[in-house]
């Protein structure tokens, strides 16, 4: 603004001294105009590609430098080849660089060459013309001044043509994302999970009625820009729920079982609404999710995944993720339902001792017993454990069940599991497969019924080698 001040000025003060020169200095003008134009397409087209040159080596330093991922590289990978893709990509990006600086080098350069060319074709008229006596030496040598004043914001606003489209670039990678339509929102009427605006706990009955739900396509959650290809797969996913129905009581447990990709994970997906359902609806104490506030949602049912994923910070900040306000006795608390407290105790500096990037400086059953704190902690009224002791020894096991008995006592419980022998005690199994529930009752029911969870039962215990005697088909 103060650029465009001063010009206009300056033009109106050299227009009043004399037009002539004053038209002879901006027959120069086009030389600043029509460079900057394709000098800002030509950076803005660098900082684009430099952009995408740091996405990638910010992805591959996030999945190869992680714990996870640089184990993986040493077992299988090979470090050379990633070391030089890195560098690769990195030299690129030096490169672009280098070539930016020498742009705007060159056009700064040759701005303040027109601008000098400018004042010697000013001084030169105006020369002529004082020498005539059609102008006075004095108004030449302001003009030459003036001139100054005005090529100095020309060759300001000139670059800053430039660093606005470089900037641009960055704009709309922001904006991408920032204009990417969220696929949940909550209802201009949404109100809290009946029963929970105090805060506490509170049976909660959860109902699937009539479901049937198909992931969403690719551009639908993502950005091409995201993705590295030039255009998303619009294509939509296979349903994956076919007219599910499923009724949790408040209090009682319910056991999820069949074949890996039976839809068990989607469902509890759903009821944690971290999608919505294409047919039918979820209910929550008799509500449709959708006409509740998704913050509610989420402070009522609690979800337990197998990977048991911690942040790389302290025990407490990863403990108190759902309750910031939490107390330290509180949290000693949790620890000791969680059969974790002499653990923690044990630790260099207790609470305050970090856990390193997704927890790798605990074990397995460590981390899935922490997350059970945290659970704990955020005192959901539901909650959903989603093959929770699927990669733990029987030891780990063990511990994690007997932890899992505080955290689902007194609550509202769906139980995925592929270990049988963990739901028996469930008021109600059932049995998905292809997304379709195919049985449903209690264990010995099921078994009695000899249909696909006896054969589950079958097959998996004459792999353990670890039948019960008591039941019929094992006797």
């Given at each position: 603004?103060?650029?465009?001040?001063?010009?206009?000025?300056?033009?109106?003060?050299?227009?009043?001294?004399?037009?002539?020169?004053?038209?002879?200095?901006?027959?120069?003008?086009?030389?600043?105009?029509?460079?900057?134009?394709?000098?800002?397409?030509?950076?803005?087209?660098?900082?684009?590609?430099?952009?995408?040159?740091?996405?990638?080596?910010?992805?591959?330093?996030?999945?190869?430098?992680?714990?996870?991922?640089?184990?993986?590289?040493?077992?299988?990978?090979?470090?050379?080849?990633?070391?030089?893709?890195?560098?690769?990509?990195?030299?690129?990006?030096?490169?672009?660089?280098?070539?930016?600086?020498?742009?705007?080098?060159?056009?700064?350069?040759?701005?303040?060459?027109?601008?000098?060319?400018?004042?010697?074709?000013?001084?030169?008229?105006?020369?002529?013309?004082?020498?005539?006596?059609?102008?006075?030496?004095?108004?030449?040598?302001?003009?030459?001044?003036?001139?100054?004043?005005?090529y100095a914001p020309l060759t300001a606003l000139a670059n800053a043509r430039v660093e606005i489209m470089s900037a641009l670039v960055s704009?709309?990678?922001?904006?991408?994302?920032?204009?990417?339509?969220?696929?949940?929102?909550?209802?201009?009427?949404?109100?809290?999970?009946?029963?929970?605006?105090?805060?506490?706990p509170v049976p909660v009955s959860v109902r699937f009625d009539d479901v049937s739900f198909a992931y969403p396509a690719a551009d639908k959650?993502?950005?091409?820009?995201?993705?590295?290809?030039?255009?998303?797969?619009?294509?939509?996913?296979?349903?994956?729920?076919?007219?599910?129905?499923?009724?949790?009581?408040?209090?009682?447990?319910?056991?999820?079982?069949?074949?890996?990709?039976?839809?068990?994970?989607?469902?509890?997906?759903?009821?944690?609404?971290?999608?919505?359902?294409?047919?039918?609806?979820?209910?929550?104490?008799?509500?449709?999710?959708?006409?509740?506030?998704?913050?509610?949602?989420?402070?009522?049912?609690?979800?337990?995944?197998?990977?048991?994923?911690?942040?790389?910070?302290?025990?407490?900040?990863?403990?108190?993720?759902?309750?910031?306000?939490?107390?330290?006795?509180?949290?000693?608390?949790?620890?000791?339902?969680?059969?974790?407290?002499?653990?923690?105790?044990?630790?260099?500096?207790?609470?305050?001792?970090?856990?390193?990037?997704?927890?790798?400086?605990?074990?397995?059953?460590?981390?899935?017993?922490?997350?059970?704190?945290?659970?704990?902690?955020?005192?959901?009224?539901?909650?959903?454990?989603?093959?929770?002791?699927?990669?733990?020894?029987?030891?780990?096991?063990?511990?994690?069940?007997?932890?899992?008995?505080?955290?689902?006592?007194?609550?509202?419980?769906?139980?995925?599991?592929?270990?049988?022998?963990?739901?028996?005690?469930?008021?109600?199994?059932?049995?998905?497969?292809?997304?379709?529930?195919?049985?449903?009752?209690?264990?010995?029911?099921?078994?009695?019924?000899?249909?696909?969870?006896?054969?589950?039962?079958?097959?998996?215990?004459?792999?353990?080698?670890?039948?019960?005697?008591?039941?019929?088909?094992?006797?």
């Open positions: 603004m103060s650029n465009i001040v001063t010009l206009t000025l300056t033009l109106g003060v050299m227009i009043y001294i004399s037009w002539q020169i004053t038209l002879l200095a901006l027959v120069l003008l086009p030389i600043f105009v029509v460079p900057a134009r394709r000098m800002g397409r030509r950076m803005a087209a660098l900082s684009r590609e430099a952009a995408e040159h740091n996405a990638r080596m910010s992805t591959q330093m996030t999945e190869r430098f992680s714990a996870p991922g640089a184990t993986l590289v040493k077992l299988f990978g090979r470090p050379d080849l990633e070391s030089r893709e890195f560098a690769d990509r990195a030299d690129r990006v030096r490169d672009i660089g280098v070539r930016r600086a020498m742009l705007q080098a060159y056009f700064f350069t040759a701005l303040t060459l027109v601008s000098a060319l400018a004042l010697a074709l000013v001084y030169g008229l105006g020369g002529w013309l004082a020498v005539n006596e059609h102008l006075s030496a004095g108004a030449v040598v302001s003009l030459a001044l003036l001139l100054t004043r005005m704009f709309e990678r922001v904006f991408e994302v920032l204009d990417l339509t969220p696929l949940i929102t909550d209802a201009p009427d949404a109100r809290p999970v009946p029963g929970t605006e105090s805060g506490r959650v993502s950005l091409a820009s995201l993705e590295e290809v030039e255009q998303l797969d619009n294509r939509a996913g296979t349903t994956v729920l076919h007219h599910v129905d499923l009724d949790v009581p408040a209090g009682s447990m319910v056991a999820l079982v069949g074949s890996s990709g039976a839809g068990k994970s989607t469902i509890a997906s759903l009821a944690t609404r971290l999608y919505d359902v294409d047919e039918g609806s979820v209910q929550l104490s008799g509500v449709d999710i959708r006409d509740l506030q998704t913050a509610s949602v989420h402070r009522t049912v609690g979800l337990v995944t197998q990977d048991g994923h911690l942040f790389h910070d302290t025990v407490r900040a990863n403990l108190v993720l759902a309750r910031p306000d939490t107390s330290d006795e509180e949290i000693w608390d949790a620890l000791r339902r969680a059969r974790l407290d002499e653990l923690v105790a044990s630790l260099p500096d207790g609470l305050d001792t970090i856990v390193g990037e997704r927890g790798y400086r605990l074990s397995g059953g460590e981390r899935q017993r922490m997350t059970i704190a945290r659970l704990l902690l955020a005192q959901p009224s539901v909650v959903i454990l989603d093959e929770a002791t699927a990669h733990l020894d029987s030891t780990s096991e063990a511990a994690v069940q007997e932890a899992l008995g505080e955290a689902l006592e007194g609550r509202t419980s769906i139980v995925i599991a592929h270990r049988l022998s963990t739901i028996r005690a469930a008021d109600q199994i059932v049995v998905l497969e292809a997304g379709r529930v195919v049985e449903r009752g209690d264990h010995p029911t099921l078994l009695a019924r000899n249909g696909r969870y006896a054969e589950l039962y079958r097959t998996q215990f004459a792999d353990d080698g670890d039948a019960n005697e008591d039941d019929p088909l094992t006797a």
